[in-house]
């Protein structure tokens, strides 16, 4: 009479995945899009990435310079807003990805530390 569908959690033909949140189990189904993201890694705090996509208006730093935290790193347009990134932390710059004029993505490593 009712076949079960092959989406229906219970069906003996799926196999549901077993989640352990607080100490609950919960059985589900994972989706495609879910099976299909990409990992989360620990960010390198070597690197400076950019958080926004957008244009390069200027660049304050040169390879080998010795920078403080708190300094001004480069001023990035995005969506017609200027955003000011400053140093996360003291070190000397290994490597400047961009120059001015660049239009560069989300995730970009805009600088290396040493």
């Known amino acids: ?13 799926i196999r549901c ?3 352990i949140v607080q100490g609950d189990k919960y059985r589900t189904l994972y ?4 099976k ?3 990992k989360w890694q620990k960010p390198d705090e070597r690197n400076v990435v950019s958080v926004l996509p957008g244009t390069v208006i200027k660049v304050f730093t040169e390879v ?3 920078v403080t935290k708190g300094e001004t790193m480069l ?9 000011t990134y400053y140093y996360p932390h003291s ?5 400047v990805n961009v ?12 600088i290396e530390y040493e």
């Open 1 to 13: 009479m009712g076949k079960k569908s092959k989406q229906e959690p219970g069906c003996g033909k």
């Open 17 to 19: 995945k077993t989640l």
């Open 31 to 34: 989706t495609n899009k879910f």
């Open 36 to 38: 299909n993201r990409k």
């Open 64 to 66: 080998d310079d010795f």
């Open 75 to 83: 001023i990035l347009e995005a969506m017609k807003m200027r955003n």
């Open 91 to 95: 070190g000397k710059i290994k490597n």
């Open 99 to 110: 120059k001015t004029g660049d239009k560069i993505p989300k995730g970009y490593v805009l």
